[in-house]
């Protein structure tokens, strides 16, 4: 029975090494003349296979040029329309888990929409009402979260070396407070940092926290110290994607803000998820400290990338 629950704790924990890194496609309509309208289509290269792009089927679209940057490739496309897009359906397919695709829709009386496609549900239809909140990017955040394992697999971690709620308490808040405060430098380009640079150091991160967890003689009575200092590396990671697609309205500071928020709500929903888990296996009577198997998995998954990253930025 053992040999079981051991299995399935490593099938849980090194499931994340594979996985890619959450890149957001994004889909910019602006209104140029009456019914006439500019597109950019942005998708990255990697993690997706051929990704159909369906415009309204009573207006005419002409792909102007196609070109690359960074890894995302990006269209300019015409579309021409006898009336409003309001009201009229889009569709994009091919998506996968980790690559939704933000539709930003600008009109010229100055109306706006933010919505969300994913391989779930590839059918958007815009509305015919105001927008008034970015939602769009709330949900962008969400999913930023929870496709994101490297952060998942962080917090996991923390969760080891974390005794009693008011630690849980202050060790999330510092972790939350530290990257929403590298989040907002990197997207306002106050401060900036090479992507690829940044996510070998979250991988650092890890690996320094595995062996934190694998140590239990350390004194853990103030864990949100080291939340805090690796909390503003992860921030510039959270930025990441945020910053490849950019964002595309005048309500910079608010979108930032439901982006950040959509971090939060995706974290509180895997915390109690983790807790549990952690709680059941140690009730279970096994044969090995699953604190120190944790330890080595998740350090084996960090170094994992580590070397995986520093590759790729030579």
Not at 62 to 68: H, I
Not at 244 to 264: K, R
Request: charged content about 15%; some cysteine.
């Amino acid at each position: 029975m053992n040999r079981i629950f051991l299995g399935l704790i490593c099938a849980i924990l090194v499931s994340p090494v594979f996985s890619h890194e959450f890149s957001p496609a994004h889909l910019i309509i602006e209104e140029d003349t009456d019914f006439k309208y500019e597109i950019t289509w942005m998708y990255p290269i990697r993690n997706l296979g051929p990704v159909n792009l369906t415009l309204p089927k009573d207006c005419q679209s002409n792909s102007l040029e196609s070109f690359q940057e960074s890894k995302y490739l990006s269209e300019k496309i015409s579309l021409q329309c006898s009336d409003s897009i309001k009201g009229k359906d889009i569709f994009i397919e091919g998506l996968s888990i980790l690559n939704d695709a933000l539709v930003t829709i600008k009109f010229l009386d100055g109306d706006r929409y933010e919505g969300l496609v994913s391989v779930k549900d590839s059918k958007l239809t815009i509305p015919q009402e105001l927008q008034v909140f970015p939602t769009g990017y709330f949900m962008l955040g969400v999913e930023h979260l929870i496709g994101g394992p490297d952060h998942l697999l962080f917090v996991f971690g923390l969760l080891f070396i974390v005794f009693g709620w008011q630690n849980l308490i202050k060790t999330i808040t510092a972790f939350t407070l530290a990257h929403s405060i590298t989040l907002g430098l990197s997207v306002l380009e106050i401060v900036s940092l090479p992507s690829a640079t940044i996510e070998a150091l979250i991988a650092l991160t890890i690996i320094y926290l595995a062996l934190e967890i694998k140590d239990e003689r350390n004194n853990k009575s103030t864990p949100w110290l080291m939340a805090f200092g690796f909390g503003l590396l992860h921030g510039f990671g959270f930025a990441g994607a945020l910053s490849e697609i950019g964002i595309a309205n005048e309500q910079l500071l608010l979108s930032l803000l439901f982006f950040n928020v959509g971090i939060e709500v995706g974290q509180l929903i895997m915390i109690p998820l983790f807790l549990i888990s952690i709680w059941l296996l140690q009730k279970i009577k096994f044969n090995f400290s699953v604190t120190k198997l944790s330890s080595y998995a998740i350090g084996g998954i960090g170094s994992f990338w580590l070397i995986e990253r520093i590759v790729g930025i030579f």
